[in-house]
């Protein structure tokens, strides 16, 4: 899919009205300030090469690519970056990777899925006419986008994490609760995770920026105080890590509880048998002279004694209060 959009008076037309390029010669007409190319196909990457001489490598989105070369400037005054942008859904959270490559003053994205911030930035540009100038504000307002979208999954996990507090630090948790607990956790753990990751990368991509001397004066400070913004989505995801740890060790805290409870169970019923096995084994021994072989009442007698030598401990462990 290949979609651009156009500046027309400052105004960002194409957030107004996304059009998608079915042709080469459509492509022919636009003076595009982005064009936005989700999972291109060969003949759409032809189409760009054409009428732009700009060629888009195959492994441009490739999650493998080395560091260092995520970020650099062409010869020619080319910039390419390789950003990650975040995708929360119920199905599957994961890091997305897109190019960006700064041609001409063409702003290119290429990316293999539709991106939450993406259908912001354009949402955006429809209720703010005047958002977009150039092909550089794109890429910043993309950025600005990615923060606000990441610090609203942060709210979100906060409340599921007081929705999950709530149940952890009531009396009492059995294990099948405590299970679905850590569970929850550690969905909310990978997903803080992710985004930490996310805003780290963003803040790398406007540092390169800020460093390349490309950013006017406005658009300068525009970044610095995203930066700010990442500076305060850092602090939060920190927060919430050590919120998440909290859950997590009261979680198994309630879990060893549990597990001691049964335990204790088992080592009290041990020792109070302790003393009816041992009655039973000097009954059990084979000796000619034993008085209460004779005894009519010998067998009830051994009974009781073992009876009773149960119920003394457990009378005693009830009074220590070592059952409860």
């Known amino acids: 899919m290949l979609n651009v959009f156009t500046l027309d008076n400052g105004r960002l037309k194409g957030g107004l009205f996304q059009e998608e390029i079915e042709s080469a010669e459509d492509l ?10 989700e999972l291109p196909s060969a003949e759409e990457k032809g189409w760009i090469k054409d009428r732009f001489g700009l060629v888009i490598p195959e492994d441009i989105v490739d999650e493998d690519l080395e560091e260092s070369a995520r970020f650099y400037e062409e010869d020619n005054g080319e910039l390419h970056i390789r950003s990650d942008f975040l995708i929360d859904d119920d199905a599957n959270t994961r890091n997305v990777r897109v190019a960006f490559i700064l041609h001409n003053n063409v702003l290119f994205s ?45 709210e979100g996990i906060y409340d599921k994490l007081e929705t999950v507090s709530a149940r952890v630090l009531k009396k009492d948790v059995n294990d099948a ?28 991509a406007l540092s390169f920026m800020m460093r390349s001397r490309m950013l006017n004066a406005e658009q300068f400070e525009e970044s610095r105080q995203i930066l700010r913004d990442i500076d305060s989505l850092d602090s939060h995801t920190a927060f919430l890590f050590d919120k998440i740890n909290f859950l997590m060790d009261a979680t198994v805290g309630f879990i060893n ?12 019923a041990s020792v109070a048998l302790l003393p009816p096995t041992l009655i039973a084994s000097i009954y059990g021994m084979n000796f000619k002279f034993m008085p209460e072989l004779d005894y009519a009442w010998g067998y009830p007698f051994a009974l009781g004694l073992m009876a009773a030598s149960v119920a003394a401990p457990f009378i005693y462990f009830r009074r220590k209060g070592w059952l409860r």
């Open 28 to 37: 022919a007409q636009s003076r595009p300030v982005w064009v936005d190319l």
């Open 110 to 154: 290429i990316h293999n899925e539709d991106l939450p911030v993406f259908r912001l930035l354009r949402l955006r540009a429809r209720r703010i006419p005047a958002l977009i100038e150039d092909a550089k504000d794109v890429l910043l307002k993309l950025y600005d986008a990615d923060a606000e979208y990441s610090a609203d999954i942060l």
């Open 177 to 204: 609760e405590a299970g679905e607990v850590l569970s929850a956790i550690a969905r909310e753990e990978d997903l803080n995770g992710r985004i930490r990751r996310n805003v780290m990368d963003t803040r790398r």
């Open 257 to 268: 509880i549990n597990q001691n409870k049964i335990i204790k169970i088992f080592s009290v």
